[in-house]
Structures are given as C-alpha cells and as structure tokens.
C-alpha cells in the first residue's frame, strides 16, 4: 500500500499506458459556484427538491 501512494507502484490504463501526471489547477477553473436559491416552504416540491 505505501509503495502504491508514494507511486513506487503504478497504475497503468486499460491499453497498457502510464497515466498522465496529475496537475494543480485553480479550484474555479474546474468548477463554478451557484448563487443560493432559497424557494419559499409552500414551493417546495418532493419531486425537485426545490
């Protein structure tokens, strides 16, 4: 296991490939914030859930 983590061993793809390295990327370039939607109680539904 810690040959494993510290990628002594690896992983490879189905086709026999080395994966890429990972990259650090900033948080908002792969995901993007919603404004809060507070619907009122009586708009509320179990189908949606909002």
């Given amino acids: ?3 494993i983590f510290s ?3 690896r ?4 086709d026999g ?3 890429p390295e990972w990259e650090k990327v ?3 370039n792969i995901y ?3 404004s809060k939607i507070n ?3 009586e708009n509320l539904t ?3 859930g909002y």
Avoid at 11 to 14: A, L
């Fill in 11 to 14: 992983f490879k793809q189905d």
């Fill in 39 to 41: 619907p009122s109680e």
């Fill in 17 to 19: 490939q080395d994966y």
């Fill in 1 to 3: 296991m810690q040959k």
């Fill in 32 to 34: 993007s914030f919603l």
């Fill in 46 to 48: 179990y189908d949606t």
């Fill in 7 to 9: 990628q002594k061993i």
């Fill in 26 to 28: 900033p948080f908002g």
